[in-house]
C-alpha cells in the first residue's frame, strides 16, 4: 500500500521558470515531510523539509508546502536551473518511527 | 567529509545464490538504515540499526535476508539464496542518531538472473 504518492512520473520546464513537484499523502499520522533529489547514480540527498506544524518552509530557491486538510505537499523551484534536473522523492514519517516511507519520484528535466 | 561508502556498485549473480554487500557509513553517525529501491519505485525500509543493534527489521524478508552491523560502523547485507524480484538498488544510509535527514551512499544495483 502506497501512502505516499507521486501521480507525476514526469516534469518539463524551462531555464529561468517555476517547477512545481507534487505529492498526496494517505496516513494521516504523518508529521514530517522531507523532498530528496536523485542524480543518476548517486543515492538521494537531502533537500528540504517541513514539519506538520508548518504550512511553508523556504530555502533559497526552494519552498515547500503543507496542506494538512488536503493531505497534499508541494516542492517550488525558482528559477529552476538545468542542475536542477534529477529525480525527486517526497518522503514522510509518524511521530517516534524512524523509517521514512517514499513516494515513487518525480523526473525533473529543466530545459536550457 | 566522508560520505556514505558502499560496494559493490553492481552486482550480477543467478538465481539461488547469494550476495553480501557492505557499508561503511558517515563518521560518527550511529544510525544505520538499509533501503531496497526496485526500478520505478521509492527506497523502502529493510532494517534500522541503532550503533550495533537493531532498531526496525519488520519489513526484512528474514527467510533470505540477513544484515549485521558489528562494533556499531561497517554493515553488511546478505540476501540468500536470491530470487528474481530482488533485483533492485540497494541502498545504504546513516545519520546522527535518529534523524530524518539521512545521508545516502550510492548503492548497489543487484541483477538477478
Known amino acids: 500500500d502506497q501512502q505516499v504518492k507521486q501521480n507525476s512520473p514526469s516534469l518539463s520546464v524551462q531555464e529561468g521558470r517555476i517547477s512545481i513537484l507534487n505529492c498526496d499523502y494517505t496516513n494521516s499520522m504523518f508529521d514530517y515531510f522531507l523532498w530528496y533529489k536523485k542524480y543518476p547514480a548517486e543515492g538521494p540527498t537531502f533537500l528540504i523539509s517541513?514539519?506538520?506544524?508548518?504550512d511553508k518552509n523556504e530555502d533559497g530557491r526552494f519552498t515547500v508546502f503543507l496542506n494538512k486538510s488536503a493531505k497534499h505537499l508541494s516542492l517550488h523551484i525558482v528559477p529552476s536551473q538545468p542542475g536542477d534536473s534529477a529525480v525527486y522523492f517526497c518522503a514522510a514519517s509518524v511521530p517516534g518511527a524512524n523509517n521514512l516511507f517514499f513516494g515513487t519520484g518525480t523526473r525533473l528535466t529543466v530545459i536550457p | 567529509e566522508a560520505g556514505v561508502a558502499q560496494s559493490p556498485r553492481y552486482k550480477i549473480i543467478e538465481k539461488r545464490q547469494s550476495v553480501a554487500f557492505w557499508c561503511n557509513p558517515i563518521s560518527g553517525h550511529a544510525t544505520l538504515y538499509w533501503y531496497q529501491q526496485i526500478l520505478g519505485q521509492g527506497p523502502k525500509l529493510l532494517i534500522q540499526f541503532q550503533n550495533n543493534g537493531v532498531v526496525d527489521d519488520s519489513q526484512l524478508p528474514k527467510d533470505r535476508f540477513s544484515a549485521e552491523r558489528l562494533k556499531g560502523v561497517d554493515s553488511t547485507l546478505k540476501i540468500q539464496p536470491a530470487k528474481l524480484e530482488d533485483s533492485a538498488v540497494y541502498l545504504c544510509a546513516s545519520s546522527y542518531l535518529i534523524s530524518y535527514e539521512q545521508y545516502f551512499g550510492p548503492g548497489t544495483r543487484l541483477t538477478v538472473t
Open positions: 517541513i514539519s506538520s506544524i508548518k
